[in-house]
């Protein structure tokens, strides 16, 4: 399994995967945290200023109900003069709805009676009138804000007043008016200047949790229960949170309570939206990042395969240190690096050595050790080689007449002396391509190439002559016999050559020794 796997897993590619996945990580992981500090950034940004918005809107709201409030306290101050009046009652209150445009006005006697109204309403006049405004204001003898209510013709209310009271200071009414929620009213108007882009958002809760004003009417007059946000602000809370909407949306909320009424602003936007431009901006981050990604990584690419390409060249080359090229092919690697050069330069010497033991064992394996000519292995090698290349040639078959004798008389070392000494001769009159081979204990081959019987002939005797006549110190002169054939002539198989030569050795032993013969042909 393994093995199966290394050819894939080369350097170069290790070199890539190890590049791609740190550059990968690094760019995700700073893509990732810059997303996050930016949409902490964002995130906060909008919570301070949404916060800021509804504090700035509470503020407006508040100051907005204080007039009114204002309003009506200067109103009850002219009523008191001359509450009996029916006249004054009315031109103030047509003053007054004339003054604010923020709602209609009314005049209620101690007694709950409607005793003056603008716009005005005759047939209303007179009648008593039992609204939850009314009554909390008849109670209360206060100035107040109500909280809002349902009035008879459905709409949602809030009812601001001021008591009326007389010379003595007893209580002799209010003077009030309505703000209609879900009409255009000076509250409306004061809230929708907010910039309602990206599904931003703001509304209004009363102090028990209905909403007053919403953008979307149908919400207005809803209670809502179980929010955070709303649990905080009308407690009188202000601050910045992330809260889930009433359809599930995250929001991001800043509120603030109105003092004067106990109500809470709450400004909103989706997170998803605030996040959107973020998302955009980190595409774009990403796009314009993806050609110099490329350049790296074609960078990374090619300084891998630089870094990978001499130690593949030294690892493809290890598989054949016994090639007597790679010694070349080993110098050729450009090693540019220090470990790749540490590396060729063991590889060199190593190859070196091997290449000698080689050379040793080649020459061992093929040489005879005493005469250090070829033995009968590497002889018919060089001879196939001749055949192969077509050349024709005479084996010389040599053989020392009576060695036992030499031996005998001598000792062995002696012996050895003479073997060495004819094959200097053998080796002084043979010529370059002749082929010198010890075969046998005192037989020796001598191979001449492109000569036939009768040159080799000659030279065999010349040869045998210079043998014969030549003295060797320790034991003296000895002769030599000769047996020759040729190749193609006696035959095109080597092994009948060889037999044919012995035959004529034979003979020459068999007719007196110290003669040369050429064997007959077949
Ligand atoms: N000194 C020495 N003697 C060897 C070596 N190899 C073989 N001999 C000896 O060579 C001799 C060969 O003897 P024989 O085969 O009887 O032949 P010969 O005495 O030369 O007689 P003929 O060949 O018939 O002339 C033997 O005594 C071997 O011991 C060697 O390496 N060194």
Redesign the pocket.
Known sequence: MIKKLLPALNLRFLILLLAFSAAMSTLVGSFYSTYQVQKEQLTTYTLNSNLAYAQKLASATDNFLKAALQQLAYSAKVIEQSASDSKLLSKEVIRLNHQTDSFNSVVINVHGVIAATSPLLEKIIGKAINSPGAIEALKEKRPLISEPYMSAAGNLIVFISHPLFDKEANYIGYVGGSLYLKEKNILNELLEQHYYKGGSYLYVVSSSKRILYHPEPTRIGNVVNSNSVIDDVVSGGQGKSLVVNSVGKPMIAGYAPVALSGWGIVAQRPLKTTLSSLDILTIEVVKRTIPMALITFIFIGLFAHFIARPLKRLADNADTLDDPQSLEKLKAVKSWYFESHRLKLAMLKGVNILQMQIGQLRHDAQTDP?TETHNRRSLNGLLNQLIFKQTTFAILEI???????V??TFG?DK??EA?VYLTNIIKKLSRKDDIVARI???EFVLVLPNEDSQSAFKIAERLRTTVESSKIDTIGYITI?IGIATWPDHSNDIDQVYKCADKALYHA?EHG?NQSVVADLL
Do not use: T
């Not at 053989?399 to 004798?405: A, G, L, V």
């Open positions: 005493l053989d020392i007449d009576f060695f036992k004798r031996n005998d062995h012996g050895d073997l046998g204990g005192e016999s032993k020794r």
